[in-house]
């Protein structure tokens, strides 16, 4: 089942916030600017519940790149023969 909310966003603007709940899921909810475009985000997470490939993007959505470099250098670097380049590249990047 969704709900869509009237909230009061940043500088006023009204802003759309959809709730998309199913048993055996977690609560899904993402605010829009739009209610169409609400409606459309929820049809899309119902419909993957549906059909059995809904992933929850939770963590993605709030994982920066500087997060997700750290992540890669502390879990997936010492698995490799040669780090050097990467880690260079990867602080680099980093500090941009």
Partial sequence: MA????RKGPGG??????HVRRRG??????????KAAAEVWARRIKEE???????SRAEA???TLAEA??????????????T???TYHARNVREV
């Fill in 69 to 82: 470099l750290d992540r890669y250098a502390r879990e997936v670097l010492p698995t490799k023969k040669s």
């Fill in 61 to 63: 959505e709030n994982t």
């Fill in 84 to 86: 050097r380049p990467v």
């Fill in 25 to 34: 899921y977690p609560a899904q909810v993402k605010t829009f600017d739009t």
């Fill in 3 to 6: 709900s869509f909310i009237p």
């Fill in 13 to 18: 603007k009204r802003v759309w916030q959809a």
């Fill in 49 to 55: 519940i549906d059909r059995g490939v809904f992933v």
